[in-house]
């Protein structure tokens, strides 16, 4: 599935893909963001994550912050970690010096819970490094930072294929500029973008309160 479109999205918005397409559409499309509660708390806590660097214990790198991309999916971003053991049927990874079997782990917060979009956003990670290193990924990992457990993820061909998916309407929101329609879930509850998105109302009325909302702002630049 080539993607026409040469610009890479972040990868990390397949994950936003699996939590609501609206809240994607907001992000890409009208460049809302909004802090939250739970974005602030992750952020915090990925803080120490996210700090590029190679550790070596015996056999073992861990590269964090390893940046991929692929050109099938049309996406680009990190890999949290990813745990590269010496294996000699395995693939060369810059900056290993020798054959390595990878093994992506990505980072969340809170407690460990199964959720799929975490599941599309670590298969992913893993398409990517198949695509760039020519090797075969199996299995990953994702580590809940709160509970201090590890999660594993079986990369199956029914998760890739939800990958593939993903990135072409990830794709398609983008070309189209399309702001997908609200649904109202258990998700909204804990969404930054709640208050901007209105899911509860409805779509004319919430066309004339962002207006209102906009036109308040022209008002407020202009008076300054
Ligand atoms: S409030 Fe609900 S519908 Fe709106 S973007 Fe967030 S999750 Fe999606």
Known sequence: MPLNDPEYLPLSY???????????GLLLNEQVWLESAD?????????????????RRGQEIKLFEYA????????????????ARQDPSGCRIPPVAFPVRLYPVEY???KLRDEQEY????????????????????????F???SHRRQTVVLDESLRQLVRETAKELHR???ALAIPAARHSEKCRRCSLLEYCMPDVRQSARAY????????????VESI
């Open 108 to 110: 969340k917060h809170g």
């Open 209 to 220: 309160c962002q207006q209102l909302a906009e036109e308040a702002k022209e008002m407020e």
């Open 144 to 146: 809940y930072l709160s």
């Open 39 to 55: 974005t602030a708390k992750g952020r915090k806590e990925h803080e120490n994550v996210h700090t590029q660097r190679i550790e």
């Open 14 to 24: 397949l994950s936003q893909m699996g939590y609501c397409p609206r809240r994607v």
């Open 119 to 142: 599941n599309i956003q670590l298969c992913a990670q893993a398409m990517c490094l198949e695509e760039m290193y020519h090797t075969t990924i199996p299995e990953g990992a994702i």
């Open 68 to 83: 991929v991309f692929s050109d099938v999916l049309g996406v680009s971003g990190k890999c949290d970690l990813i745990e």
């Open 173 to 175: 929101i983008q070309e």
